[in-house]
C-alpha cells in the first residue's frame, strides 16, 4: 500500500459506519473496506462473497479476481480522490495481500432505501390521467421516463455538480427533435456551474436562469410524468437532479406555466375553456384589488350611480382608507396559506374554517373591512389557486402588493404604470436564450391554436414551433372513415 | 456604410405595421378634431383623408431610398451631403425626434392634470413616465417594438365610438365639399401631427427583416390611422355642432363621457389610463431614434446618452407650463413635421434617385 493511499483510507476510517474487512482465500488475503451503511448486504453477500469463497482457482491478481465477480459496475483504480469518491457513493474497495497499491472498485450501492417507491402528483393534481409522478430517486425516475416516451431517440446525458454532494444531473432531450442550441446552452451552463450541494432541482434552476432578479419562473417545473413527456416531445430540453421528484424544463414561455395536462385528456372545446378560465383568474386576482383601491380612493365617479350605493354603505363605518383596508385583508390570506401550508394536511382544513369564515365573519362585523372588499380578496385569493403550477401562482400573489400601492398612490394611472413594468419586465424575460412571451411577442400566429387555447388534435399535428424543433410534425392527419356517415347512409 | 444589424436584433417586417400604427395614436386623438374643424368646417374628413393617401407617397418614397441594401437616413445623409455635413444633418435630426417626444409626452400629462388628477404635481408624472420609457428603451429596440404591439388591446376602444354615433346628426356633416380646395388644404396641412411616425421608419428601417416583402404593413398601417381619424372626426362632426366644437378642448373625451355600463361609468377614465400603453411605445420610438443616431454619428453609447436625453426630457417637459404653450408647441411640432416630411424626405429622394443611382455591382 502506497503511504498516500493508506493515509486517505485511514482518514474515512474516523467514521464509525467504516469497515475494514479480510478473508483469507487460497492463502490470499483479501482486504474489503466499505462504508456499511451505503452498500446493499445483500449483493455483498450473494453477489460478491459467495464467488470469490466458491472459487477453485488461485487468485494471484487483481484481474484474476475481477475475472471471477460477474458484475459490470467494477473497475481497477488506484487514485485516492476515485477510491475515496466511490467509496462515498456506495462502492466497495478490494485490496489483495500482495498488491496493495491498486484495488477494485465494485459498485453495490444500496439504492431502494430512503427512497419513497411511488410518489402520486398530489402537489399537481388531475382527475383525468396519470397519476405517476417522480421521486427522489433519479434511476427510478430516468425508468418510468424511458418507459413512458419508449423511444432511443430519447437521450439522457450525465453531469456532475456539486463540489461536495457530486450529485448526478441529467440533460434529457430527443435526439432529431430538439434543437441542439437550446441543449448547448443548458450543457454550458451545468458546466460552468461552481456549487457545493445541490438540494432540489429547483436550486439548479436559480443557479442557470436567464435573469436571476425576476419574481417569475424561466424554467416549468414538474412531477409529473405526463408533463414532462409532452415538454420533452415538443423541442424542450430537461433536467433531471438525483435527489429531487421536480423535472425542470426550458425554454419555457409565461404559457406554459398555465397550461394543465388536463386540458388535453378533455374534449378541446372543455379544455379550451377552463384554460380561458385561468386566463380570467390570473387577470382577476392581479387586479381586483387594486382596483379597488384606486376606484374607492380616487376615482368613485367611475361607479353608476345605483352601484355606488351598497358599496359606500357597506364601507360605512369603516375607520380606515382603502389602503389599509385591502392590505390588512391581504395580509391575512397571506399569512393563512403560508400557515396552510406549513401544518399537517389534517390541522389545515380546521384552519381553513376558523381562518376563512371566523375571521372574514368577525372582521366584517367588527367594522375593520368591508363586506364587498371580503368578497373581492377571498375571490382574487381564489382565482390565484387556479394557476396549475405552484411558482406562477406565487408570483402572482406577489404582484398584487406593488400593485395595491401604486394604485393608492396614483389611481388608475398607478395601476397602469404597474401593469406597464410588468409587460416591460415579461418583454425583456428570455429563458434559454428564448423570448418569454412568444407566441405574443414576437408574434406566431400558428402557435395561438395550441399554446393560448387547445384546439382539436386535428389542428395541432406540429410541434411548438418557436421551440425550433428539428423536425416539426408530430403526427400526421387521417380522416377516420370509421365513423358513419348518419346523413349519407340514410 | 454601417454594418448589418445583427439578426437577434432585428424583428419581423410585419412589425412595421404596430410601430407605424402606434404612434399615429398617441394623444392627437382626443383634440385633434378641433383644429381640423376649424379650418375646413364639417368637411373636415376629407382634409384628413387628403392628407392620409398623401403619405402613402412618402411611405413609398422611404421603402424605395432606404432599400437594397437597408441602411438608414444616416448612410443617406452621408452620401449626399458628405461624411461631416451629413452628421451635423443627422444630429439636427436628434432635435426633430426629441420635440416629437416632448409633444407626445407632454400632450398626456396635460389630459392627466385636466381630466383626472388636477392637483397632481407635474413631475410626478413625467418622472414616473420617464422612468418607465428609460426601462423599454434600455431593453432595445426589440422591447420597444414589442410594447408598441400591445397597443393592439386599446383597440376594442375604438367600438365604443357606437355610441355617441346613435346620438350624432346625419345632416351635419352635408353638403359634403362646402369649403374651398384651400381651407380643405390648410386642414390637411394642420392635421399633419397626427400622423407623426412614419419619420422614425427612417431609423429603424434596417432592423425589419425582409423590408421589401413587408412593404404592404406600412400602407395598411397608414391605411388603417386614415381610417380611424375619418371615422372619429365623421363621428364627431355629427355629434357636435361646429360651434360647440370650436369651444370644445378634447372632444373625443367629451364623447365618451356619455358612455355608461351597468358596472362602470365615466368611460373616459378607462380611456385615459388605458392610454399609458399607447403613450409609453409613442415616446418610446423617437426617444429610441434620437439614441439610435447619437450612437451611429458620434461614439457615445446608448447606456450614456440615453439617461441625458431623457433627463432633457424631463426638464423641458416641467417648463412648459399654461395650456397656450402647449398649444404653440403643437403648431410648432406640426409646422415641423408638414416641412420634414414634404419638403426633407422627397428632397432626400430625389437626390438619391437621380444622383446616386445604384452603380453597377463591384465584386
Redesign the interface.
Known amino acids: 500500500m502506497t503511504p498516500n493511499l493508506h493515509k486517505a483510507l485511514s482518514e474515512i476510517s474516523k467514521s464509525v459506519d467504516y469497515l475494514q474487512t479480510t478473508i483469507k482465500v487460497n492463502n490470499t488475503c483479501i482486504h474489503f473496506s466499505y462504508f456499511n451503511s451505503l452498500i446493499s448486504h445483500e449483493q455483498f453477500h450473494h453477489d460478491l462473497l459467495s464467488y470469490i469463497h466458491i472459487s477453485e482457482c488461485e487468485i494471484n491478481s487483481i484481474n484474476d479476481l475481477k475475472a471471477l465477480i460477474p458484475n459490470e459496475a467494477i473497475k481497477v483504480s488506484s487514485t485516492i480522490e476515485e477510491i475515496s469518491q466511490s467509496l462515498a457513493q456506495g462502492s466497495v474497495f478490494i485490496q489483495l495481500e500482495p498488491h496493495l497499491n491498486e484495488g477494485l472498485l465494485i459498485d453495490i450501492a444500496e439504492l431502494k432505501l430512503g427512497h419513497r417507491g411511488y410518489n402520486d402528483t398530489e402537489n399537481e393534481f388531475s382527475v383525468i390521467g396519470p397519476k405517476v409522478g417522480f421521486v427522489e430517486n433519479l434511476n427510478t425516475n430516468l425508468t418510468i421516463l424511458r418507459r413512458g416516451l419508449g423511444t432511443p431517440k430519447l437521450i439522457f446525458e450525465e453531469h456532475i455538480i456539486g463540489s461536495v454532494s457530486k450529485t448526478k444531473i441529467v440533460i434529457a432531450y430527443m435526439d432529431g427533435i430538439t434543437n441542439p442550441q437550446y441543449v448547448n446552452t443548458v450543457r454550458q451552463r451545468l458546466v460552468d456551474l461552481d456549487f457545493d450541494v445541490v438540494f432540489e432541482s429547483s436550486l439548479l434552476e436559480q443557479l442557470i436562469t436567464d435573469h436571476s432578479n425576476s419574481p417569475f419562473p424561466l424554467f416549468l417545473h414538474s412531477e409529473r410524468l405526463d408533463r414532462i413527456m409532452y415538454s420533452l416531445l415538443n423541442g424542450e430540453v430537461a433536467i433531471l437532479c438525483d435527489g429531487s421528484p421536480v423535472v425542470i424544463t426550458g425554454p419555457a414561455n409565461i404559457f406554459n406555466f398555465i397550461i394543465s395536462p388536463e386540458d388535453y385528456y378533455l374534449p378541446w372545446i372543455l379544455g379550451s375553456f377552463f384554460r380561458l378560465i385561468r386566463y380570467f383568474g390570473i387577470v382577476f386576482s392581479t387586479l381586483a384589488t387594486s382596483y379597488y383601491v384606486a376606484i374607492l380612493t380616487?376615482?368613485y365617479?367611475?361607479?353608476?350611480?345605483?352601484?355606488l350605493g351598497p358599496i359606500i354603505e357597506s364601507r360605512v363605518n369603516v375607520p380606515f382608507p382603502p389602503l389599509l383596508e385591502v392590505l390588512f385583508l391581504e395580509i391575512v390570506v397571506e399569512l393563512l396559506r403560508e400557515a396552510g401550508a406549513r401544518l399537517p394536511s389534517k390541522v389545515s382544513q380546521t384552519l381553513g374554517i376558523v381562518g376563512g369564515i371566523i375571521l372574514g365573519q368577525a372582521a366584517v362585523q367588527a367594522g375593520l373591512t368591508s363586506n364587498i372588499l371580503l368578497i373581492i380578496v377571498s375571490l382574487s385569493a381564489l382565482a390565484s389557486f387556479t394557476t396549475p403550477t405552484f411558482k406562477l401562482s406565487n408570483t402572482i400573489r406577489f404582484l398584487r402588493f406593488p400593485l395595491i400601492v401604486l394604485a393608492s398612490c396614483?389611481?388608475?394611472?398607478g395601476?397602469?404604470?404597474g401593469i406597464?413594468?410588468i409587460?416591460?419586465h415579461l418583454?425583456?424575460l428570455k429563458s434559454l436564450g428564448a423570448p418569454y412571451?412568444v407566441p405574443?411577442?414576437?408574434?406566431r400566429f400558428k402557435s395561438l391554436r395550441d399554446n393560448i387555447i387547445r384546439l382539436s388534435y386535428s389542428f395541432s399535428s406540429d410541434r411548438t414551433l418557436f421551440n425550433r424543433p428539428i423536425s416539426k410534425k408530430r403526427y400526421t392527419l387521417q380522416k377516420n372513415k370509421d365513423i358513419e356517415d348518419d346523413y349519407n347512409n340514410e | 456604410m454601417q454594418k448589418a444589424v445583427k439578426e437577434n436584433h432585428t424583428?419581423?417586417g410585419y412589425f412595421v405595421f404596430f410601430l407605424i400604427s402606434v404612434s399615429q395614436t398617441a394623444a392627437a386623438i382626443f383634440n385633434f378634431q378641433c383644429l381640423v374643424a376649424g379650418e375646413a368646417g364639417h368637411d373636415a374628413w376629407i382634409s384628413i383623408l387628403l392628407m392620409g393617401l398623401s403619405l402613402h407617397l412618402i411611405v413609398w418614397m422611404i421603402y424605395k431610398m432606404l432599400g437594397h441594401p437597408a441602411k438608414d437616413v444616416i448612410d443617406v445623409n452621408r452620401s449626399i451631403f458628405g461624411t461631416w455635413l451629413g452628421n451635423v444633418i443627422s444630429l439636427l435630426l436628434v432635435g426633430y425626434y426629441f420635440i416629437m417626444a416632448l409633444f407626445f409626452l407632454r400632450a398626456y400629462i396635460e389630459i392627466?392634470h385636466v381630466w383626472?388628477?388636477p392637483a397632481?404635481k407635474t413631475w410626478?408624472?413625467a418622472g414616473?413616465?420617464i422612468l418607465?420609457i428609460y426601462?423599454?428603451v434600455s431593453?432595445g429596440f426589440?422591447?420597444v417594438a414589442?410594447?408598441s404591439?400591445?397597443f393592439m388591446l386599446t383597440i376594442p376602444l375604438l367600438f365604443l365610438f357606437y355610441i355617441p354615433f346613435q346620438q350624432g346628426d346625419f345632416h351635419r356633416i352635408m353638403p359634403v365639399l362646402n369649403h374651398s380646395l384651400l381651407d380643405l388644404l390648410k386642414g390637411a396641412g394642420i392635421s399633419s401631427y397626427i400622423f407623426f411616425g412614419i419619420e422614425c421608419l427612417l431609423i429603424y428601417f434596417p432592423f425589419l427583416k425582409q423590408p421589401d416583402k413587408n412593404r404592404k404593413w406600412a400602407h395598411f398601417a397608414l391605411l388603417y390611422t386614415t381610417i380611424k381619424y375619418v371615422v372619429i372626426i365623421l363621428v364627431t362632426v355629427m355629434y357636435f355642432s361646429q360651434g360647440l366644437l370650436q369651444h370644445t378642448l378634447w372632444p373625443t373625451l367629451a364623447m365618451t363621457k356619455i358612455i355608461?355600463?351597468?358596472?362602470?361609468?365615466?368611460f373616459e377614465?378607462?380611456y385615459?389610463?388605458?392610454w399609458?400603453?399607447v403613450i409609453?411605445p409613442t415616446v418610446c420610438i423617437p426617444i429610441w431614434c434620437c439614441t439610435r443616431i447619437i450612437k451611429r454619428v458620434t461614439t457615445l453609447k446608448p447606456r450614456l446618452s440615453l439617461p441625458i436625453v431623457l433627463i432633457v426630457l424631463f426638464i423641458i417637459a416641467l417648463m412648459f407650463k399654461e395650456r397656450t404653450e402647449i398649444s404653440a408647441l403643437e403648431k410648432f411640432a406640426n409646422v415641423m413635421g408638414l416641412w420634414f416630411n414634404f419638403a426633407y424626405i422627397p428632397l432626400l429622394f430625389l437626390i438619391t434617385i437621380i444622383f446616386l443611382r445604384p452603380k453597377p455591382k463591384l465584386s
Do not use: C, K, N
Open positions: 380616487f376615482h365617479t367611475i361607479i353608476p350611480r345605483d352601484l396614483w389611481g388608475g394611472l395601476i397602469m404604470i406597464m413594468f409587460l416591460g418583454l425583456r412571451l405574443l411577442f414576437p408574434f | 424583428i419581423s392627466i383626472v388628477f397632481l410626478a408624472i414616473l413616465m418607465m426601462y423599454f431593453g426589440r422591447v414589442g410594447v404591439f400591445f355608461e355600463l351597468s358596472f362602470i361609468a365615466r377614465f378607462l385615459i389610463f388605458m399609458v400603453l409609453i
